[in-house]
């Protein structure tokens, strides 16, 4: 049998605070993509209600306050949706962007 002569714990100790950056690094690169799909979401929501302004009021139903709010609340979980599932490609555009300011990964 072989004895192992050098001790390990030097180099995994070392490699601990490369791990702590690199994990700090992805959380900020999760980070800064989560706000850039959390501002598409934002602009998506801003379109809808400008396309709303367009639509001729029918008259069918009453347009009150609640629907109103309600109508506000749906376009922005719909808006949050796109911007994580399907994306207009803003999000990414922004991402690589701003990704050169992250910390690099080491």
């Known amino acids: 049998m072989m004895k192992l002569a050098m001790d390990p714990r030097p180099v995994i100790l070392q490699a601990e605070p490369n791990r702590e950056a690199n994990d700090a690094a992805g959380r900020e690169a999760r980070s800064l993509r989560r706000s850039c799909q959390d ?27 609640a629907h109103e709010i309600y109508q506000d609340m749906m376009d922005a979980e719909v808006a949050e949706e796109i911007a994580r599932q399907q994306s207009l490609g803003l999000a990414e555009q922004m991402y690589r962007q701003m990704e050169k300011f992250l910390p690099s990964k080491k």
Do not use: C, H
Not at 41 to 62: W, Y
């Open 39 to 65: 501002f598409e979401a934002i602009f998506i929501q801003q379109v809808f209600k400008a396309m709303r302004k367009n639509i001729p009021d029918s008259g069918l139903f009453e347009r009150d306050t």
